[in-house]
């Protein structure tokens, strides 16, 4: 059977946000596609049922069931903005029930079914608004984000939305974010996470409140001493995802009252994941008395249930399994989840209700390996391809707390291109990655590459005195925290013929003041002296001919960390290649044009195509 090539790029079809539709067993999810011809990736959103084939339904994103089942909400847009839409399931077309000027973020249907709250961009009347020739004025760090880029004001307001007559409500207003609201049991108030201390800027500090329906002065509920990120009404509780004692190590869960909040036990040193680009899990969710959340364990995201009053959580969906959705209703479970074989499959309590893998191409799932670093900590990875002592191209993630699964992902194809040339590719989970306890989680805090970078060598030196790896050919690549940690290791050894670092990070100090994570960095996670952490330090000591990939528009590591690299390494007349990708957030490499992700893993190809297997491109 062939091996995947590009082109399959477009023929992926990455299913999302499984929702199961009360009062049946059927799943109303989304399906994303790259389409060739407008270099737009297309979502649509389809039911299946067990069976019967899944079917398409319309166009759009964030299916949301009506508490009785007979109505299907979603958002499409309208006139470039996106709109809360009205699918009756008993036939007809959908009907458009927001005009909201900026946008309207997921519905959320009142319990009995007659509002929808959702939030949605605002300008205040002090912001600069959307004149595009108005100065832009910032007094707090704020001012930008990934994606969006230069907010010029807008905030994020939670609105209310009569089903029947249309009628808007605003229901909270002023100079702050409010986001993520969720209904209380009786339709009366609201719950929604938000900071509204006037530098927060500086001190991370996501509360929860409360307010009425129909507005008013919200009400805090959490204390200082935890960091919100979320809130959810399940039943008669508040449950709220936060970090403890400050904005880093493990998001945990925790109950919140109106006097504060107490954390929930699950058993688990681990990661609750709530879900987004390349981080999967999904929103907690009740199933009768029981929590279901999704954490991450040994790099995959599994789904666990923590029955009532238990203090241990046991593990529902694991394996090879890594769950990047999931939704319950009248005591059924859905979820979606990718293996080695697929990008994921729709799945209802177990049984698998899709078939989205590639047809008639064979994939080399990933092998699981554990190396130990010369410290003795236990450092797993994976091994894609079949080969044996041929070239080798370590791969590493971003984050640093992201992690690697050993999942086919939709992104990375050039693995899996490489791999029937003979390559084999390590994909490491050195310290600082998720899914292996809050310690190792926070082991490299204040000493990015000082603290990891002796996982990578050594792992590479296993698979090169092993006979795996060649080590007259040796590559090294990786995205974000990765492009970072690729620059830091070829300022550390010689040993690479080829560096491939994407949407890198070449200055911590000048990242601190221009990413719109700058200062977050700099105080929590890169918080030592910049000087041995920073890849520049260095840049003196790389040899290795190198390609960097940046997006344009990347407000997270902003281009001009790729632009010192670059000039450094030209100045030094090593060889080197900078490819901006025109309009290209931080996450373009998953949510970008379909035409920049394949070029980004062609370029992948050609570049150790010349400088380590030898042959010209
Ligand atoms: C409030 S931002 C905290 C930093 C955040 N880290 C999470 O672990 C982050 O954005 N990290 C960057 C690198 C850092 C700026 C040096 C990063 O690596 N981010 C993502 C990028 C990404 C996300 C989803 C899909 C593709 C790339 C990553 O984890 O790879």
Not at 187 to 198: H, I, K, V
Not at 397 to 413: E, K, S
Not at 505 to 518: K, P, Q
Not at 533 to 547: D, F, Y
Request: overall charge negative.
């Amino acid at each position: 059977m062939p091996r995947l090539s590009l082109d399959d790029l477009y023929r992926l079809a990455v299913p999302s946000d499984p929702q199961v539709r009360p009062g049946s067993a059927a799943v109303a999810y989304t399906l994303t596609t790259a389409e060739r011809d407008t270099d737009d990736n297309v979502t649509q959103i389809w039911l299946a049922a067990p069976g019967s084939e899944p079917r398409r339904l319309a166009t759009g994103t964030l299916p949301r069931w009506s508490p009785d089942g007979g109505t299907l909400a979603f958002v499409r847009p309208v006139d470039g903005k996106p709109q809360i839409h009205l699918l009756p399931m008993d036939g007809g077309e959908p009907r458009v029930l927001t005009a909201a000027p900026l946008g309207a973020g997921a519905p959320l249907w009142s319990p009995d079914g007659t509002r929808i709250a959702y939030g949605g961009p605002h300008f205040a009347p002090s912001a600069d608004g959307p004149d595009p020739n108005a100065p832009i004025v910032a007094d707090r760090l704020d001012y930008k984000a990934d994606g969006p880029g230069l907010l010029r004001g807008l905030t994020s307001h939670v609105f209310v939305v009569d089903v029947d007559s249309g009628a808007l409500t605003q229901v909270t207003e002023g100079d702050f974010h409010a986001a993520g609201p969720a209904w209380s049991p009786d339709g009366q108030r609201l719950a929604f996470t938000t900071s509204m201390e006037p530098d927060r800027d500086l001190v991370p500090g996501g509360a929860v409140y409360v307010v009425d329906a129909t507005g008013g002065e919200p009400k805090r509920l959490t204390t200082q001493d935890v960091v919100c990120t979320g809130v959810w009404w399940l039943g008669g509780r508040l449950v709220a995802t936060a970090f403890k004692d400050g904005p880093i190590g493990h998001t945990r869960l925790f109950a919140v009252g109106e006097d504060g909040q107490e954390e929930i036990v699950t058993g688990l040193d681990r990661n609750v994941m709530v879900g987004g680009p390349g981080y999967p899990g999904a929103p907690p969710a009740l199933d009768g008395g029981d929590l279901v959340f999704c954490a991450r364990d040994g790099g995959a995201t599994h789904l666990y249930r923590l029955r009532g009053g238990a203090v241990a959580a046991e593990k529902i969906v694991g394996g090879e399994l890594s769950v990047s959705g999931a939704g319950v209703a009248d005591g059924r479970v859905a979820y979606v989840a990718a293996s080695p074989y697929t990008v994921g499959e729709v799945y209802l309590d177990g049984e698998k209700l899709t078939s989205l893998a590639l047809a008639g191409v064979e994939l080399y799932p990933p092998r699981a390996r554990v190396f130990t670093a010369p410290d003795g900590t236990r450092v797993e990875g994976f091994l894609t391809g079949d080969a044996k002592g041929g070239p080798l191209l370590l791969d590493i993630h971003g984050g640093p707390h992201n992690a690697w699964a050993p999942v086919f992902d939709g992104v990375h194809l050039y693995h899996q291109v490489l791999a029937a040339r003979g390559w084999t590719v390590l994909t490491l989970n050195p310290r600082a990655s998720d899914g292996y306890g809050e310690a190792f989680y926070t082991a490299a805090l204040g000493e990015w590459g000082v603290a990891d970078a002796h996982d990578f060598l050594s792992a590479v030196d296993e698979l090169v005195a092993d006979g795996t790896a060649d080590p007259e050919r040796l590559a090294v690549t990786g995205y974000s925290y990765g492009g970072y940690m690729t620059c830091y290791l070829t300022g550390h050894t010689g040993r690479f013929k080829a560096a491939i670092p994407g949407g890198l990070v070449s200055d911590l100090t000048s990242m601190a003041g221009t990413s719109d994570a700058g200062y977050f960095l700099k105080m929590w996670e890169c918080s030592g002296d910049p000087a041995p952490q920073s890849p520049l330090t260095r840049v003196g000591e790389v040899t290795t001919p190198t390609l960097i990939l940046h997006g344009d528009a990347d407000d997270r590591c902003p281009v001009g960390q790729a632009e010192q690299w670059f000039e450094a390494l030209r100045e030094r007349e090593v060889p080197v290649r900078l490819v901006r990708y025109p309009g290209g957030s931080h996450l373009f490499i998953v949510q970008g044009r379909p035409s920049h992700r394949y070029d980004y893993n062609e370029r992948i190809i050609a570049w150790l195509e010349q400088w380590v297997s030898g042959s010209p491109n």
